[in-house]
T-cell receptor
Framework: RKEVEQDPGPFNVPEGATVAFNCTYS??????FFWYRQDCRKEPKLLMS???SGNEDGRFTAQLNRASQYISLLIRDSKLSDSATYLC????????????FGTGTRLKVLA | GAGVSQSPSNKVTEKGKDVELRCDPI?????LYWYRQSLGQGLEFLIY????????KSGLPSDRFSAERTGGSVSTLTIQRTQQEDSAVYLC???????????FGQGTRLTVV
């Protein structure tokens, strides 16, 4: 089993739609979780950290479910500019702090 | 210009040559990471530096790959005797501490011909 797994998509949604991605992780001791966004041929950029209590930033909501070992990202009122690949990132925190990246979920928002 | 800086942005090299890739992290960041991303693939962890601790080299794919971080700041990733399968984008990131969010440089696109 991969350490971090994501549905690669693509998710094709119309503008204004709500879309959700899940990401599962295998190490139950993992402590830090993030969502990154990567545009084509660009470096990944931090979208938001994921806190135990869940957090919201404008149209984006991230949640953590430790019991089932997954994190989620919800995007409301999708914009064309949201089209990108969304990377789930987990820090296993098992003596080292290397970040493990999922392979990403590709989102395309259609006009 | 307070972001992570990588150089060169592009590098074309002949198979068998050695290459050096440089990363300047954000000032004050104690953690530095190297990742590799092949076309259409996810990010592959290579190596992680944290302060003065021994680096986590568990992701280096072979002994042709090495990295150092001088003075807790600038890092150099060296690939010896490059092979075509080394062609990828090499991304460097830094974070304030080991478990805080990481910020990426724009990457070095390495092409081995």
């Amino acid at each position: 089993r991969k350490e971090v797994e994501q549905d690669p998509g693509p998710f094709n949604v119309p503008e204004g739609a709500t879309v959700a991605f899940n990401c599962t992780y295998s190490n139950s001791a993992s402590q830090s979780f993030f969502w990154y966004r990567q545009d084509c041929r660009k470096e990944p950029k931090l979208l938001m950290s994921v806190y135990s209590s869940g957090n919201e930033d404008g149209r984006f909501t991230a949640q953590l479910n430790r019991a089932s070992q997954y994190i989620s990202l919800l995007i409301r009122d999708s914009k064309l500019s949201d089209s990108a690949t969304y990377l789930c990132v987990v820090n296993p925190s098992s003596g080292t702090y290397k970040y493990i990246f999922g392979t990403g979920t590709r989102l395309k928002v259609l006009a | 210009g307070a972001g992570v800086s990588q150089s060169p942005s592009n590098k074309v090299t002949e198979k068998g040559k050695d290459v050096e890739l440089r990363c300047d992290p954000i000032s004050g960041h104690t953690a530095l990471y190297w990742y590799r991303q092949s076309l259409g693939q996810g990010l592959e962890f290579l190596i992680y530096f944290q302060g003065n601790s021994a680096p986590d080299k568990s992701g280096l794919p072979s002994d042709r790959f090495s990295a150092e971080r001088t003075g807790g700041s600038v890092s150099t990733l060296t690939i010896q005797r490059t092979q075509q399968e080394d062609s990828a984008v090499y991304l460097c990131a830094s974070s304030l501490f080991g478990d805080t969010e990481a910020f990426f440089g724009q990457g070095t696109r390495l092409t081995v011909v």
